[in-house]
């Protein structure tokens, strides 16, 4: 009877293309997911961005799906489509009708070599583009959080935000995207993940007729220069017309194979509340946090919410605090630091590692309720590690000891390895 | 099978909610409860509503309902504050309440095996919240806080602009959330106050969805709300109509610092309960959504080039919410992103939408239902729509024929009756250089 009963198939087809299937029969749909081991860590200046704006190009069509064609014939089956960009990957995916996710399988079967990149469509897709990143502008804790990870990383790509920096947003050519796409859309460098309401044996077969002519060539070599350790806190202020101030503290943390990374999660949750690592479906309230109760119970802040990614090489640890108007962001650091003395010198009690264990429990439970975050799952987790550890993180979780949290604390959350970015209204209050 | 009309998708409709699989119960003091069990995973949501929402709010004090909602959860006789969320998040629960223009809704869930835990949490916020005044003080700089970020933010602004000149002189002109010069004013005791008016279980919907049998659900529910009494006696009156604007309005908020404009533009629109509510949505699926944006998206954003979004929108609800387009674009192109839409709205309102738009429309509107009611919470909000809106339990069953049997004669008759292009409300908020 549970969606979760039901074990994975995975193949890889000669051209190299990771293959993952999931039969589930609760709903006739079939959730069909591409990702592509391509983002912001694979970018370089001058063409900061590339990434995100090829993605947003495997829209504009092919010889056989010109571009409005595509849209239409996903829509009018009542599909839900769509794509993310972010630092490690790029992901497309297609939640249908049974008996209609040919079609989706088709497009991105299609769409792997085939994609037109016109010069008139990267034109116009340039202002579109650059409206999306004037619309994150328009958010004082983007422009905060873009000098956080630019500070945070001096060396390694995951320095510029996935959307590109403007300068390059304005200058980059049909080339640069189209060179781009052609090194990193391949099948050594993709993982189809397919999960719903099928028999495994024809859908391989399926995919297989569809994407076996693709030709073979070998995975790009990644070209990602590590992040040398930080050598001493780090500082930086954003100011800006709005009156709302804003403080986040960014600590360099594991990346998601590190043993050390379900300890932190367990200090995430027992700090700021369990962070709902599912696409889709709603997380749970984090006021019972020990950053809630001292930060926003105690009248400094009007919110708080910790923000930990898997990710393939070491990212960020932040807590991002919206602080009252009656406070400071120094009073609010004041209190944070008084809590994160805390954990580094006293071990959390039993009761709050159980509680993490048992949030993180109730969170997957409500995951596998909607094939498309089962089949995301499948694979997403790829990108960074294997199903293996999407499979096993409960019971990696369950193993975390309190004196595992105090040993993470002490390694990762010391001054010398932080940015603090405090986010300031230029005039003071001003009531408008 | 049920098979609607040659080239829609044909869908098995008893696998949707219907009366073979909804339990509903109406009880002796008026609540109305709905279940219906799902045993695929270890799961179960709790949603509903009830009457009373920011159009309850007394002269000056917008946000009161909102801020009646927020404080349920603060405190009651007999648990604290602490001892809620406690209750709640050790299970890996949520629970949370929230007003809208016209009811305050709530939604919870939790592991099926918890669903008492979360009822008696409900039944306690609902019925005895204590609203202490130390957490009324702390929820209102909370607020204050949010309304400061909400009147820095251009797509709020807008909106909040539109609002007041598409329903001048009606409710629906203020806010929800409220003003930071209202919320301001706002005491315990005028949450207390408002809460005994207003919260009862007259007109008070559950739904129960997930790994509980549905009889047992509804048991459980009048086990818990069953005896409560009090509340508004009689049925509320009805929402006024609203007219658009005798002649184009426009309205420009300046906020500096930006990179970006949002324009809201548009018009009120049919209630849910208006006939044309149906015509009409399946018609601003075609002019704003359908694929990405429908005409609007390919005219703004495909063609120009303009706006990473631009969509249309309509709200429906129990009065004459808002049809509206909505699109954030770089300032310098404001006015013609709102040239290519008012040429868009004069087309819609000219000429009947094109067969092959209307057919792609209705397959969509029937082929996403098995995505929409996939999940729990899916499932739950459509039960709570059919209540809501008395739809009927084969709501769901029926909907493939009802969207079937549209005609484009039907969805042009709509657009007409709402839309005026030379009766809109245009609102801009944006930096300076954004031109009005």
């Known amino acids: ?13 000669r051209n190299g293309l990771e293959v993952r299937l999931k039969e589930i029969h609760t709903a006739p749909l079939i959730s069909s997911w591409i990702w592509y081991r391509v983002g912001s860590r694979n970018e370089r200046q001058g063409t900061t961005g590339v990434s995100h704006w090829v993605e947003h190009m495997q829209f504009k069509g092919t010889p056989d799906f010109p571009a409005g064609v595509l849209d239409r014939a996903i829509s009018r089956d009542g599909g839900i489509w769509n794509a993310m960009t972010w630092v490690d990957w790029t992901a497309y995916f297609e939640t249908m009708p049974a008996d209609k996710i040919d079609l989706g399988l088709r497009l991105e079967a299609d769409r792997m070599m085939s994609s037109l990149f016109e010069e008139a469509e ?37 320095h510029h935000e996935v959307i590109g920096d ?33 028999r495994t044996r024809p859908m391989l077969e399926n995919i297989r007729a569809l994407f076996k002519d693709i030709p073979g060539v070998e995975r790009p070599e990644p070209q990602v220069r590590p992040e040398p350790a930080q050598r001493g806190e780090k500082r930086v202020t954003v100011e800006g017309v ?29 700090l700021a509340g369990a962070s709902n690592l599912n696409m889709f479906g709603s997380g749970i309230p984090n006021k019972t946090s020990r950053l809630y109760r001292s930060l926003v119970a105690g009248d400094i802040a009007a919110s708080v919410q910790g923000q930990l990614s898997a990710t393939i090489d070491p990212h960020l640890y932040s807590i991002e605090i919206t602080v009252r108007p009656d406070r400071t962001a120094e009073e609010a650091l004041a209190v944070l630091d008084w809590e994160l003395d805390r954990v580094v010198n ?24 909607s094939i498309t975050n089962q089949a995301f799952w499948m694979g997403y987790s790829e990108m960074f590690a294997d199903y293996a550890w999407f499979e096993t993180y409960l019971d990696r979780l369950s193993a975390v000891t309190a004196v595992d949290v105090l ?3 002490q390694k990762y959350l010391v001054a010398s390895n932080r940015v603090v970015g405090i986010y300031r209204p230029k005039n003071g209050a001003q009531r408008g | 099978m049920a098979k609607v009309k040659p080239g829609l998708p044909s869908l098995d409709v008893r696998s949707f909610p219907g009366p073979e699989t909804i339990r509903r119960r109406a009880l002796k003091n008026g609540l109305v409860v709905l279940a219906r069990q799902n045993f695929s995973s270890p799961s179960v ?5 009830l009457r009373a929402g920011a159009i309850d709010d007394p002269v000056g004090q917008a946000g009161l309902a909102d801020i009646t909602a927020s404080a349920l959860m603060r405190g009651t006789p007999s648990r604290s504050f602490d001892q809620i969320y406690e209750s709640i998040e050790s299970i890996g629960a949520s629970l949370g309440f929230g007003a809208g223009t016209s009811s305050t809704s709530f939604r919870g869930k939790a592991l099926a095996e918890d669903l008492n835990v979360l009822l008696s949490i409900l039944e306690d916020v609902l019925r005895y919240p204590s609203f202490p005044k130390d957490q009324v003080d702390r929820l209102r700089s909370e607020k204050l806080t949010a309304l400061t970020m909400r009147d820095q933010d251009t797509g709020s602004i807008a909106q909040l602009t539109f609002d007041e000149l598409a329903y001048a002189g009606h409710p629906y002109r203020f806010p929800s959330d409220g003003y930071r010069e209202t919320v301001g004013q706002l005491k315990a005791g005028g949450l207390r106050a408002f809460h005994r008016r207003y919260y009862g279980p007259r007109g008070t919907v559950v739904a129960v969805v ?132 008012l040429l868009e709205l004069k087309r819609f309102v000219d000429e009947p939408v094109t067969p092959e738009e209307l057919g792609d429309n209705q397959a969509n509107f029937i082929g996403r239902l098995p995505l929409q009611l996939e999940s729990n919470e899916g499932v739950a909000g459509a039960l709570v729509n059919i209540e809501r809106y008395g739809l009927g339990l084969d709501y769901y069953q029926q909907y493939p024929g009802l969207i079937a049997g549209i005609t484009r004669e039907e969805i042009l008759e709509a657009a007409r009756r709402f839309i005026d292009p030379d009766r809109l409300a245009i609102a801009i908020a944006g930096p300076e250089g954004a031109p009005a």
């Open chain 2, 210 to 341: 997930g790994a509980v049998d549905a009889e047992a659900a509804i048991h459980a529910v009048e086990s818990h709300l069953g005896s409560w009494s009090g509340g508004p006696r009689t049925p509320r009156p009805e929402i006024p109509s609203m007219a658009p604007p005798a002649e184009t309005i426009r309205g420009r908020v300046r906020l500096d610092g930006k990179s970006q404009s949002d324009i809201v533009l548009g018009t009120p629109g049919p209630s849910r309960f208006d006939p044309a509510f149906l015509p009409a949505a399946l018609g601003n699926n075609i002019l704003g959504r359908f694929g990405l944006f429908g005409r609007i998206g390919d005219a703004v954003r495909e063609d120009a080039g303009l706006a990473y979004y631009a969509y249309s929108s309509l709200a429906g609800g129990p009065g004459p919410g808002p049809w509206q387009v909505i699109a954030g674009v770089n300032p310098a192109n404001a006015e013609q992103a709102i040239d290519l839409t």
């Open chain 1, 242 to 270: 709005e009156e709302t101030t804003h403080l986040e503290v960014a600590y360099h943390a594991p990346k998601a194979n590190d043993p050390d990374f379900f300890a932190l999660a367990v200090l995430d949750s027992v």
């Open chain 1, 1 to 13: 009877m549970s969606q979760n009963g039901g074990s994975i198939t995975k193949t890889r087809l």
């Open chain 2, 45 to 49: 949501v709790i949603s509903g509503f």
């Open chain 1, 166 to 198: 403007m300068a390059d947003l304005e200058r980059m050519t049909r080339e640069d995207l189209y060179q781009h796409y052609r090194r990193f859309y391949t099948p050594a460098n993709a993982v189809l993940a397919v999960a719903g309401d099928f």
């Open chain 1, 407 to 409: 040993s993470i604390a």
């Open chain 1, 122 to 158: 990267v034109d116009s897709e340039r202002t579109v583009i650059i409206s999306e990143r004037q619309g994150h502008e328009n958010e004082p804790t983007f422009r905060l959080a873009e000098e956080i990870q630019a500070a945070a990383f001096r060396v390694h790509p995951y």
């Open chain 1, 346 to 369: 006293e071990a959390l009690t039993v009761d709050e590692v159980e509680k993490a264990i048992k949030q993180a429990r109730a969170l997957f439970a409500y995951g596998s309720e």
